[in-house]
Structure formats: structure tokens, C-alpha cells
């Protein structure tokens, strides 16, 4: 694809010639002449006065530190456009799907229903009554479940475990080795109470490499549409993680914990059991959230509170402790 | 079984009529004149007041909130009284284990010796020497290595992994992507040292998916009869985690790291290599043990301290930097 | 090999009889007179009382608390010298490999050049064009993609994944069930942005068991040779971790964090994307790094900061709450 036509459907001003042909993206050290490469980062701009690269996606303050005869592609977003560009120039996976079709070597009880284009690789197992979308994608040594179902478009990475009677949805993406709907942690004095709810994972969320969601104990854990969830992060039974919410690595939620719509946990932060997330609010790394959270407020600490009132007292804090 | 007999099961005071045949369990929201439903924690009142099961079991306290016609099991313990139920109308694993005797995609060596009661799936690798009780069941993509030794009627769920000589007892439950018996941690300055020792998980142990317990350096890494682990959590090598112990989601025990008997650890807690964490004694959630907590205790806190001591020190800090 | 022989080989001082033969090491607890025991932490000194061993490793300062009768091997870095002898005696790993050669179940594309010294296992996929080098042992399970490397002697333990064009140097080791170039967290409005850098494992690194490196969004993501990651580790896209570092377990490092050279970070710390841990800097368990630490420092809290300020000023705060 031609610059010019890049920075069209980028919806950036192009600065420069225009006529080179741009066939992927690279890192601003990296990059050749046939390359695509960005600066949206003030930290990068060392490595940008040096690049190679045939065109550059850039901010209007940022431009000015490449090198005069870079051709620019410039826009306030620059960050947003740099994603569409991935996707145009990159449009295929960069973790290659097993072919359509079931591989000899895959193990499929006779009662399931696998979509003919569904992709199966080898040493995957498909449990009775099991349904796979048209075009989902089970890397090798998936396994899934009696009753499970994948929906269309899903791709479950290698070795990735849906249990019996769990779903995951349209488009959804699933990492290596994740588990979904393994029996939560309820105890009583017997050992492990019976779990008999499932886990459902909504169209288009996406859940990393070890991620784990336990099945509900009775009734489902749920992952909402759009939901994003980072590697290793931990789920409970009957835990709810709204739509469009944000979890990122090693976050852990306790049976019951809610997220609800759009919120953001940072890394290793943990929801106690029953406590919830108000839509949109953000917390931060390793916060410990052990009490309701209003929407659309910014909280850290554990127990995680007010993020700016927490800040004025740590504050205040140190004055009184380092005079 | 009809809603009388099962009052007398649970040791619950009927009240309504006891006809009724039930058979599952469901949620207050989700259930319906087949079901027991529960009430035990008051912010389910809204959910009761409007649920359709033909009996909810709950608390004298709670029981006014149900409708009128409901028939209630109330007892005193209804929480324990729910586990009861649960196992009693869904005596069956909601997650389909193995048929029994072994898939013919297993690979088993020669000199293994498998219980022919065994449930073996497929994509299983059984070592040499390896020994799997009767009734227990590896689930696809399960790894035991060379002497190992599963206990009769353990489970481990698919693609867990039980390395060389390691050893899970009997009735155990070990989730899917496990990982029991890696070489630990131990470094030196050629690298990792050689880990020769092995991890042993008790009776009736349970751990969670993904969970990792490290093989000793020399000498074992024991996971105690009755203790539960959830998703996720990390013993190093040498470590000791007693019987009847809990350790929630994502907690981390250094290498040598003791947690005694029936010793709670909530979600995200970690203890340093060498600590001990007295019998019985409860650890909140995300605290860090760096010293041995007396048993009985209740601790909270980086490093873990007494956990009234640190609340009361919190809160003369909270009014000193906020007045 | 002969006590003397041991000795002269751990370059330790022999106190006691040379002549009896060693087969094995073990716990002072376990050991019996064909064993080596060592004793080098004073909390060890009551076993050491009652130890059965042929012979004992330890210090000078802990030498008087051995049986009288016990032959002695002195040194004063007993620990060091223990590594020597646990190499020495147990030459071979505990978890045994694969014998040579592809096993009949393994899935192997036939572009791939898979070295006829390796050792593949039942149910490995290897993906087209992806190369294996001598001596490299990949346990049942593994999945190598498309374009993926692997090193002469390096180890794959059961179901690691090792995603497209990502590489494993030589005599590196991976745990069972980690995975190596998962697509990392990078999120706009569409959903996950294509990821299509790489993962990169260096010479002699080792990743514990399921311990997560993303690959990178655009350029890679690179642990350095002989770092050493423990287990459930979190590397995020584009992160780099440097030559000789140590991450403890269940250590989180967010997309485009940075750890410099020989720097250990204690369990369960956390990295801000964008933050470098200086080289040699050793971080306390559970802290949160949100700002560039300089290197050789020691650093705790939540942000990370200087320890020895920190611990200053928290006695300062203890005092005025604890009057």
C-alpha cells in the first residue's frame, strides 16, 4: 500500500512524498524503506531522529524530530490510527490457525456438531453434544468439553480447557493454557461444595495465556461482551465482569466479586468476594478492593478508597514523618 | 426427592407443604417448582421475595423475606446445610470425567501399572513405573511422569501435570493446568541448582487450575490430607502447607515457606521463604508474611502483623494526617 | 565417590574419616551413612544433632553442632559448595526426557528441521518451518509454531507453548505449561491490536512453571540469557528483562517495562509499563515499581522507593500513632 493511500485511511495529513510502497510495520529502530513506523511516545524520539523508515505516524508536536526528509503521517490521535494501521497492513494472525477442517489426530465424540469450517487441530478433544462455530479456531490440545459450546469466528489458543457445558462467544479470544469453567473454590467442612453453574464468556472478550474463570456454584460466572482479561488472571465462582471491562495481568476476583461495564483494574489488584466495581471506575495496580466502588471514580490502596483523597494523606504522611 | 425427605436430610424445620418432588438446585433467580433454591446472605432478600422455586432453604432470620406460599427448610446452619443439598441432588460431577480404562490416544509405558477401574482419556502420558489407583480418572492431556503415583479415586482434570516420582493421594482433586513437581527455584551462581527431592499432595487435598507446587531441592515439598488451594498459586520447593490449610487464589509460598494446620491465607498473600504461619491462623488478603505468625492469630498488613494492632495503628495515622 | 574425593571436589576441609562412599544427597533428616547432608542455616542445627549421614557440608561456625562421629566437609561457603555437589552426584535431571528421535504421536510438519539428536515426545506439535536444535528436549505436550526456534539442549517441560516465530536459546529450560509469545494486552476501541513482534528467550534463561512472556505489539519482547524467571511470572508485550536477572514467583511486568541486568525482584513485585529497574536493583516482595529505580539500589513499597528511607520513615510513623 502506497503512503498516500495509508494516510488516507488513517485520516492523517501526509507531509512528504507520498509514492512509496509501505508492506508492514516496524519499530522506529528497526524500520526500513518499506516499513511503516511511529511515534506517539516522547521516550522514542532518540530512536526516531535515527530511523530508516519509509513513513512515520506521528502527533503535530511530536513531528519534528525525525529526520527532514521522513515522509510524516500526522494526526492529534496518532496512538488510535497506529491500531488501524496494524490492522491494515497485518491483517492476518501473526500465530497461525491449523487449517479447516478436524485433523486425524483430534478426538471428537460423534454427538458433537463441528461447524465443517471450524479449524481443529491435532490432540484437541471435543466432548458429547459439544457445538464449534463456523471458523473457530482450537489450536492443538484444546479441550472441550460435554455441552460446551464455541461460537463462531472463537480461537482458542494451544492447550486452552473449556469445561463441560461452558461458552464462549462469537469472536471471542481465548490464550493458551487459560481454563475456563474448572469447580471455584466453595468450601465447607466436607471439602469443595458441588459446582454446577457453567462460565460464559461474551462475544468478542478475550482472555490471556493461564487466565483462569471458575464455573459458577450454582447459576454462571460471566465475562461480559468485549470484556478484556490479561494472562494469569483469576476469576471466581460466579464472579461478573461487565461488558467492555478491563483486567489486567494477574488480577484475582473472589467468588462473587462484580466488575461492572468498562472498569479498569490494573495489574495484580484483587476484588474481595460480593464487593463491586462501579461501571467505569478505574483502580489501580495491586489495590485491594474490599468494599463497593462508586462508577466512574479513580481508587487505589488496600482497602482501595479515593484515590486523590488516599494520595493527600500518604501526602501528608510523609510531611509529618520526614520533617 | 420429595421436599419432606429432603428437610429431614438436612435436619431442617419444614414449614409449608413437604410434597413436592426436587430435582436440582438453582439460584433464587433462576429456579423453578423442580428446585431448592437458597437464601443465607440478606442481599439476596430482593432475589427471594420474587423467586418461583418450589422450597428455598434459609435461615429463621431471613425466612420472612420468601413469598408466603414458599415452602421453607429452615435451619440455623443454612450454609452448611446448602452443601449438603448440593451434594445430595447433584451426586454426579458437573464436569464428565474419562470412561473407564484407557483411551487407546493415551501412551502408557510398559512398566506403569494402571488400575483397570482407572479412566484414562486421551492424549494422556503415563511413565515408566508410574502407578494409577482404581477409580481415578486423568482427564485428556494429562502428564504423569516416570514414578509417580496417583492415589485411588484422585482426579486430575485435563492437562494437568505430575512430574517424575511425585505423588497425589487418594480422593484428591488436581485442576486443569496444574503443574506439581517442577524443579524449583533454587539458584546459584551456575545457575538453577538441581532439584531432587519430590511434592506429595495429601488425601482429599484439592488444588485449583494452574496451580504449581515445585518439587523439594532435597527433601519434599508437602501439600497436606484436606488442604485446598484455588487457581493459580504458587508453593516453591521445601514448602510445607498443613492439613486442612486454605490458600486462596494467586497466594505464593517461598521455597521452605510452612503454613501449619487448618491456616487460612485469603487471595494474593504471600509468605516468605522460611516463615511460619501458625496453625490456624488467618492471613488477609494481599498481606505478606515475612516472620512466623503465632497460631490462632489474625494478620494483616507487608510485613504481616497482628491485625487489630495494625487497624488500630491505621486509624490513629487516618485522624493524624486527616483532621 | 569417596568422602576424600568429595571433599577435594568441593574444595572443602575434611574433618573425619575420607573412606566411605557417597551415592546420593539428602536431608540431614533423611540421610543415612551412603549420603552427603549439608548444614549451612542455623534453624537446622536440631536435625543436624541426630543426622545419619555419611558425611556433612557446612561452616566452620556450624561444624560443632554435628554428631562427634560425623566426617565434616568445611567451608566457608557451604551453600555455594552444595550446588557443586548436587551437580556432582545427581549428573541427571530428576524429571527424565524423551528418549531421541520423534515420538510415532508427535505432530511434525515437514518443513520443520527437527535435529535427529532431539528428543520429542508423544503429542508435540511442531509447526512449518520451525527448527530444532541437538539435544533439545521437548517433554509430551509441547506446542512449537510456525517460524519457532528452539536451542541445541534446550527444555521444554510437558505442554509449554512456544508460539510462531518466537525462540528458545540453547540450554534454556521452560516449566511445564508455561507459554512463550502469547499476542500481549495492547487494547484500543476495536479490541486487541495485532500483535507481531516476537517473544525471545536467551542462552540458559529458565522460566518456571506457567509463567507467561507475551510477544511484542511491533519489535520484541526479550529475556536476556541466564535470567531466571520462577513460576507464574507475567512478562506484557515488549517488556525486557536483562542478562542474569531473577524474577521470584508470580512476579507481573507490564507491556514495555524494562528490567536491567542482574536484578532480582522479590515475589509478587509488580513493574509499571515504561518503568526500568536498574541494573543490579533489588526490589522487596509485593512492591509496585511505577518510576525508574537507579541501579544497584534496594527498593520497597507500593510505589517502590528507596527501602532504607522508607523503613526510616514508617518507624517514624509507628512511633507517633503507637505513643
Known amino acids: 500500500m502506497r503512503v498516500a493511500a495509508l494516510a488516507s485511511r488513517l485520516a492523517a495529513r501526509l507531509e512528504g512524498p507520498g509514492d512509496a510502497e509501505i508492506t508492514r510495520v516496524a519499530g522506529l ?15 522514542f524520539r532518540a530512536q526516531a ?5 519509509a513513513a512515520v505516524l506521528t502527533t503535530p508536536a511530536l513531528a519534528r524530530h525525525l529526520p527532514p526528509t521522513t515522509t510524516r503521517l500526522v494526526t492529534d490521535d496518532a496512538r488510535a490510527a ?4 496494524l490492522r491494515l497492513l497485518h491483517p492476518r494472525p501473526a500465530v497461525a490457525p491449523p487449517p479447516p477442517g478436524v485433523h486425524p489426530l483430534a478426538c471428537v465424540d460423534a454427538t458433537a456438531e463441528v461447524h465443517p469450517a471450524a479449524r481443529v487441530g491435532p490432540f484437541v ?24 459450546v464455541v461460537g463462531p469466528r472463537a480461537t ?9 457445558a461452558c461458552e464462549v462467544g462469537a469472536d471471542a479470544f481465548i490464550g493458551s493454557r487459560a481454563v475456563i469453567g474448572s469447580p471455584g473454590f466453595g468450601l465447607d467442612a466436607a471439602g469443595r461444595v458441588p459446582q454446577i453453574g457453567r462460565a460464559l464468556i461474551g462475544e468478542r472478550a478475550t482472555l490471556g495465556a493461564g487466565t483462569c474463570v471458575d464455573r459458577g456454584t ?30 489486567c495481568g494477574q488480577v484475582g476476583l473472589a467468588g462473587g466479586a ?26 489501580a495496580a495491586q489495590s485491594g478492593v ?16 479515593d484515590n486523590r483523597a488516599r494520595l493527600r494523606r500518604l501526602a501528608r504522611l510523609k510531611r509529618l514523618a520526614d520533617p
Chains 1, 2, 3 share one sequence.
Open 218 to 247: 450454582v447459576g454462571d460466572t460471566v465475562v461480559g461482551a468485549d470484556a478484556h482479561l490479561d494472562n494469569l488472571v483469576q476469576v471466581g465462582h460466579n464472579a461478573r465482569v461487565g461488558a467492555g471491562a478491563v483486567l
Open 156 to 164: 482458542l489458543h494451544p492447550g486452552a480447557t473449556l469445561l463441560d
Open 258 to 283: 462484580v466488575v461492572e461495564a468498562a472498569a479498569v483494574l490494573g495489574g495484580q489488584a484483587g476484588v474481595a468476594g460480593g464487593a463491586v466495581v462501579g461501571a467505569g471506575a478505574r483502580v
Open 82 to 85: 497506529w491500531g488501524v494501521a
Open 290 to 305: 474490599t468494599r463497593d466502588l462508586t462508577p466512574g471514580g479513580t481508587f487505589s490502596g488496600h482497602p482501595a478508597e
Open 49 to 53: 531522529a535515527q530511523t530508516a523508515a
Open 125 to 148: 478433544v471435543i466432548g458429547a453434544g459439544a457445538r464449534i462455530g463456523a471458523d473457530a479456531a482450537l489450536f492443538a490440545g484444546v479441550y472441550v468439553g460435554a455441552g460446551a
Open 29 to 43: 529502530a528497526d524500520a526500513d524503506a518499506t516499513c511503516l513506523a511511529a511515534l506517539f511516545e516522547p521516550r
